[in-house]
């Protein structure tokens, strides 16, 4: 978002201006907190939104844990794979070798980014898209949006498919619940690559590393369970309407 990234800008050079190893982290960490906080703010009252128009509960307990499943298995299977057999533009080769999750990252990424991000994206936007047109057209508008504002090229089919559950999640739930355990989970095991595959490099290489030597018979296995698991989500959904 603009909002964002104006705010990175800012606090960035507050930080290199003020900042030692000290109070480094304690100031990013206030940075993206009030960061999130002001975006969801100022898009709240502007699209003149209400607190009781965010549910957050939700128990039928069975489609938890297909939702979780479903989403572990579309990351593992459809998301990582992209990420490393995609060719990657000339200008991007990324080592992340010693990109080792930071205090300010595990917050970010497990807490504040879950939260406002689902605040924002399924609260309010495809909320709002989902009273004025169809279901379809809202989830997929909502997931174009949500790609774009990521901007991580690397990322897109993982951004974009994920984001496509996601609303489907919320559409059928009309809760908030799931869809920030689900953001909460992908952006978990994200840092879970970070920190047990040091030495991960983008390619091939990449995704033998991690699945070893049964890469596409693992990859399908992970689809199957995910196809699966959506099967069964649909029924319990089908269930409970």
């Avoid at 907190?33 to 069975?62: G, Q, T």
């Amino acid at each position: 978002m603009l909002l964002n990234f104006l705010i990175f800008v800012l606090f960035e050079y507050f930080i290199n201006l003020v900042a030692n190893k000290l109070y480094f982290e304690t100031l990013i960490m206030v940075r993206d907190v009030f960061s999130y906080l002001l975006s969801f703010l100022l898009i709240h009252l502007i699209c003149k939104r209400k607190l009781s128009n965010y549910r957050f509960k939700f128990e039928n307990y069975k489609i938890i844990a297909l939702a979780i499943l479903a989403a572990i298995m579309l990351d593992f299977g459809i998301g990582l794979p992209f990420y490393h057999l995609i060719p990657k533009p000339f200008f991007f080769q990324p080592d992340l070798t010693g990109l080792l999750p930071r205090l300010n990252t595990i917050v970010v990424a497990l807490i504040l980014a879950p939260f406002f991000e689902e605040l924002i994206m399924r609260g309010v936007i495809l909320d709002g898209l989902l009273k004025n047109k169809g279901a379809k057209t809202a989830i997929l508008i909502s997931a174009i949006l949500f790609t774009l504002m990521h901007l991580s090229v690397e990322k897109i089919p993982s951004l974009f498919f994920g984001s496509i559950f996601i609303g489907w999640i919320y559409y059928k739930t009309k809760s908030l619940m799931l869809p920030i355990l689900i953001h909460l989970f992908n952006n978990l095991i994200s840092i879970y690559q970070l920190y047990f595959f040091k030495d991960l490099r983008v390619g091939k290489d990449g995704i033998d590393s991690i699945y070893g030597d049964h890469t596409i018979l693992i990859i399908v296995v992970f689809n199957l369970i995910l196809i699966t698991s959506l099967y069964f989500l649909n029924r319990q959904f089908k269930k409970s309407e």
